[in-house]
């Protein structure tokens, strides 16, 4: 199945001004993104989609693919979208959103979101690894339960699932899923996702999957075996990134 991986990036960002633009390893943030993509080779196409001017001209000057998109967007999902609505990018049988911030991004993740879709047992895909007790008391980590077909329960900043009190440690210890922010859709799926309101459930967690999840839509979650180190939100992100940007480039494979 032919898939399309798309990198949506907005210039804006109150916690890492200008973020897209802000340089690891000299060059800028949403074309190391591209460059990741591209050398993991999971997708046809891969395109940079912006609001902004001066990160499709740095898209463009890296030889990177990049189209235009409207600035009124609420979300990456919505870029995404406005870019499958066109023609020319409409016949792909997959679409695999990759963040904008995610430099580190694995080969299984992005592999394992686009498996999810392709072999046609679910609508929407996206990834999570095995993780310790230690994430549980995190908001900044998002937790995913799934049912035994891989097929995502829930998602939540809070600690899940929740031992009680006299619980077996070792059944909790099997179920405790990191979230990866990677996704993937049929087209169709992508249409319905964005064309949903926005649930009550979305807005209390802060998290977008719980509105085609509330909606009855099927995401399967495909479990890897190592999250990567995270997404660049805040300058010491970027400061660590930069120290370690061989050590970390290197090992997510």
Known sequence: MSTLAIIPARLAASRLPRKPLRLLAGVPLVVRVW?????????????IATDSDEVQRAALDAGAECMLTRADHPSGTDRVAEVVSHAEYARFDVVLNV????PFVSAAALRGAVGCVADGHFELGTAASHASVAILDSPHIVK????????ALYFSRAGIPALRDGGDL???DAEIR???????????ALRRWVSLPEHPLERIERLEQLRPLAAGMSMGVATVGKAPPGGI?????LLRANENWTHLSADMT
């Open 178 to 188: 990191q979230h990866i922010g990677v996704y993937a859709y049929t087209p169709e």
């Open 35 to 47: 460059q990741r993509v591209v050398a993991l080779d999971v997708a046809d196409r891969c395109l």
């Open 99 to 102: 963040q904008g911030d995610e």
């Open 144 to 151: 995913v339960v799934c049912a035994d077909d891989g097929r």
């Open 170 to 172: 070792a059944l909790l």
């Open 233 to 237: 939100d805040t300058e010491e992100d």
